[in-house]
């Protein structure tokens, strides 16, 4: 299984994930164009994309969503909470177990939490790999640390950093909601979780979805070092994901 993430911030998130045998999309928050694009440069056709994976309907994840699917009529994964935002879509299945397919990729979901009415975090598998996909959340619920551990690879996120949100632009109460239980991960969260889940599988670590006015991908690397430092814990391969630059492929 590989995976390179196509674009990751408040503008637009896309992650691209294949086997040999399948390949699919987590969530399309750029524009159709952009993600067309991108897939051409990586001589994916997007025409062969099996699915597509939302984690929630807010706009910097389903932007391309409708375009896409009405060019290519991919079959897009949400729960009926979701489909009520997207209900242009034709070709859709309902998610309503914690556990299901696209190919062979088994798909286990994770509830998360933000301010939308439904929203998913995911751990993909294949063939004895795997890799957990998780953004826009204010905490992850501590009834599946023990499913979100010893993945191969985490894509995780690192939103902001606490002082410059707090000394920032942003009025109160968007701070508010940024920090609270359904906003974002901050840098200081996303370092505790990553620090208590990875194992002696783990070979990479993406920070993803960081804020380009609250964050500093410095900032949000030298954080989780010194948690891992701290924790006397190591990964081989941190990526910074940014918006509109895709990462390397990572081979889960």
Known sequence: MKV???????????????????RILIDIGNSCKYVKERLKELNVDPKSIDGILITHTHKDHIKGLEVFTKQYGTKVYCTDKMFKYIDY????????????????????VIKTSHDTEDSNGYILSSDGHSLVYITDTGYINQKYFECLTNHNV?????????????????????????????????????????????????????????????????????TLIDKLNSSNKHVDNIIIAKQNEVTEFVEV
């Open 154 to 222: 985490y894509i995780l996120e690192s939103n902001h950093d606490i002082e410059m949100l707090n000394n920032g632009p942003y009025p109160y109460e968007l701070r508010k909601r940024i920090y609270g239980d359904k906003g974002h991960l901050s840098n200081v969260d996303c370092s505790k979780y990553l620090t208590s889940f990875i194992g002696d599988k783990t070979s990479c670590v993406v920070l993803a979805h960081l804020s380009e006015e609250n964050n500093n991908p410095d900032i949000a690397y030298q």
């Open 4 to 22: 390179i993430i196509l674009s990751s911030g408040s503008k637009g998130n896309t992650t691209y994930v294949e086997t040999e045998t399948t």
């Open 89 to 108: 879509i034709n070709n859709y299945e309902f998610i309503i177990n914690d556990e299901f397919e696209v190919g062979n990729i088994t798909i286990k």
